[in-house]
């Protein structure tokens, strides 16, 4: 099965910029892999951003946003506020869901 | 409002068995195909099975495949995943999962332990 592979860890300045990653192991992703992200909070279930590459759920600041970027999924934050501070999980669908191993983002 | 409320995690031993339910609410259940996620405590999230709306077609994570079977019965909105022949790498928070619309619903997961 695929593997999906996420900065292990990432550190943005509040108000700054941060752009986190998700490749594949069996090529570029693309729009076909339907990319998600997902940011996870402590003692807290996961919680849907963006799905389909760019769409931004309702509920997701807009601060967050999807793109494809060198063959992979990219998740950008501009104007980062410290709330921003979690686990973020990008995940891939291919005959089955495969998630990456999580980018843990500290605000600092 | 979407509501997945999973249960039957428990304390279990090596080579043991459990089985997890799910109960779901709020959508049309038998409309969407379901999953089962887990993560490890301190760890990121692993996809364990998905089974399609019809039960007809079911996958697995290769770690799983042929240990735990999952399954739905549609009239009783409901979803499960019988778990055999325990390890403790299986030790985590099982989530139940559905994805409608764009939005990932997730259950607040039950909790299996696999210990000796």
């Known amino acids: 099965q695929a593997v999906v592979t996420q900065e292990p860890s990432l550190t943005v300045s509040p108000g700054g910029t941060v752009t986190l990653t998700c490749g594949s192991s069996?090529?570029?992703?693309?729009?076909?892999?339907?990319p998600y992200w997902l940011q996870q909070k402590p003692g807290q279930v996961p919680r849907t951003l963006i799905y389909?590459?760019?769409k931004r759920h309702s509920s997701t600041p807009a601060r967050f946003s999807g793109s494809l970027l060198g063959g992979k999924a990219a998740l950008t934050l501009s104007a980062a506020q410290p709330e921003d501070e979690a686990d973020y999980y990008c995940?891939?669908?291919?005959?089955?869901?495969?998630f990456g191993g999580g980018t843990k983002l500290t605000v600092l | 409002e979407v509501h997945l409320v999973e249960s039957g995690g428990v304390v279990a031993q090596p080579g043991g068995s459990l089985r997890l339910s799910c109960a779901a609410s709020?959508?049309?259940?038998?409309?969407?195909?379901m999953h089962w996620v887990r993560q490890a405590p301190g760890k990121g999230l692993e996809w364990v099975a998905l089974?399609?709306?019809?039960?007809?077609?079911?996958n697995y994570v290769d770690s799983v495949r042929g240990r735990f079977t999952i399954s739905r019965d549609n009239s009783q909105n409901s979803l499960y995943l019988q778990m055999n022949s325990l390890k403790t790498d299986d030790s985590a928070l099982y989530y139940c999962?559905?994805?409608?619309?764009?939005?990932?619903?997730w259950g607040q997961g039950t909790l299996v332990t696999v210990s000796s």
């Open positions: 999962v559905t994805q409608i619309g764009g939005w990932v619903f």
């Open positions: 709020g959508f049309n259940f038998e409309d969407y195909p």
């Open positions: 089974i399609t709306r019809d039960s007809v077609h079911t």
């Open positions: 069996t090529g570029a992703v693309t729009g076909g892999h339907y």
């Open positions: 389909d590459i760019n």
């Open positions: 995940l891939l669908s291919y005959s089955v869901w495969v």
